[in-house]
């Protein structure tokens, strides 16, 4: 199975002082906010097990 690198949308944001990462599933838009950067990875991993794109692209 090959995953592209580019398929999520990173973006540092701070809620209430605290430092956070925020990423976006270009393919169907799903949200991920964790505090670092291995959790954001882990959290990647995990949604592209489970994301369904072509729902999105049809
Ligand atoms: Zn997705």
Do not use: G, W
């Not at 690198?5 to 991920?32: G, H, M, T, W």
């Amino acid at each position: 199975m090959e995953f592209k690198e580019y398929d999520f949308a990173r973006n540092p944001v701070v809620q209430n002082e605290v430092f956070l990462l925020q990423s976006k599933c270009a393919a169907c838009s799903f949200s991920i906010l964790v505090r670092s950067i291995e959790e954001l990875v882990e959290h990647e991993r995990l949604h592209r097990t489970q994301c369904s794109p072509s729902n999105a692209a049809a």
